[in-house]
């Protein structure tokens, strides 16, 4: 076991390293989760542990928390390197909401008098953003057109379109230059949480899939309708706040029914 006292002070290294908490948690969790069944931090042992869990988890999960193990080490100062699991690149998305159902979702808040959250999906499906960064949008950046977000350790650009000024235009009104746009029932403020248990609870209420009811699928479906009508993967790069295109193109992929669909109207020779 590791001591209450050893997990604060790592905890401490990964708040000072700039990582999120989502990642702090996840990490600390995997180093607490080793020494349960291992007294020490070793390769042989990494490795047994690895294979224990590859029977339990996902590859993705098992690299995740390989990555906490891995950074548990750093932090002691203890040289050790393993591999992660080699994951084969898909060639589509299937967690991707599609650009039907999102209208469906949406035509079904309107109708349903859900009009808080018919704005907040309309935020993030129209800007591209992150929900960590959408919940810091406020009135005084939908009037200039453009946010300032400070985001993964670097501030980037979010931009507003002009057809989304215009649809919030009415209800950012009566709000003052400081109010936030996204927001909860009863005008609460919303967290991450609180947003992805509302997906969910409109994935089962509108027959959507609940594997595409999540806030970053509407980043996903930012980037395909955008690619539709404009074909310039840097600038898609630039909006969506990436470093390089290589993560925009994964983005930009469609789900294997889109690509069925596309292709057929493309092949008419």
């Known amino acids: 076991m590791i001591s209450k006292a050893e997990m604060k002070r790592f905890r401490e290294y990964l708040i000072e390293e700039e990582m999120s908490e989502n990642t702090v948690i996840s990490y600390t969790r995997a180093v607490q989760q080793f020494f349960e069944h291992y007294p020490t931090l070793n390769k042989t042992n990494i490795l047994s542990w690895k294979q224990d869990m590859t029977k339990i988890y996902k590859p993705l999960s098992v690299n995740l928390k390989l990555s906490g193990l891995l950074q548990y080490a750093k932090f002691k100062e203890i040289h050790i390197t393993v591999k992660h699991i ?8 299937e967690n991707v909401i599609t650009v039907e159902q999102y209208h469906h979702l949406m035509d079904c808040l309107k109708r349903d008098g859900q009009s808080q959250y018919y704005i907040n ?26 946010a300032d ?21 009415e209800y950012i009104s009566t709000m003052k230059d400081n109010e936030y746009l996204i927001r909860g029932i009863r005008q609460k403020p919303l967290s991450k949480e609180g947003f992805r248990i509302a997906l969910q609870r409109f994935a089962k ?5 609940k594997n595409v009811m999540h806030a970053h699928a509407f980043r996903h479906l930012f980037a395909v309708e955008f690619m539709k009508n404009n074909s310039n993967m840097f600038l898609l790069a630039d909006l969506l706040g990436h470093s390089g295109v290589n993560t925009t193109m994964i983005y930009a992929r469609m789900t294997a029914e889109q690509q069925q669909q596309e292709l057929d109207k493309a092949v008419n020779w």
Not at 149 to 169: A, D, F, M, Q, W
């Open 121 to 146: 999906i309309l935020i993030l499906a129209k800007t591209g953003a992150r929900i960590s960064e959408a919940l810091k949008l406020t009135k005084a950046d939908v009037l200039k057109g453009y």
């Open 86 to 93: 080699k994951i084969q690149k898909t060639i589509s998305a």
């Open 149 to 169: 977000v400070y985001t993964k350790g670097k501030v980037r650009r979010v931009y507003i379109p002009n057809s989304l000024r215009e649809e919030l235009s």
């Open 205 to 209: 209420a509108y027959d959507i899939p």
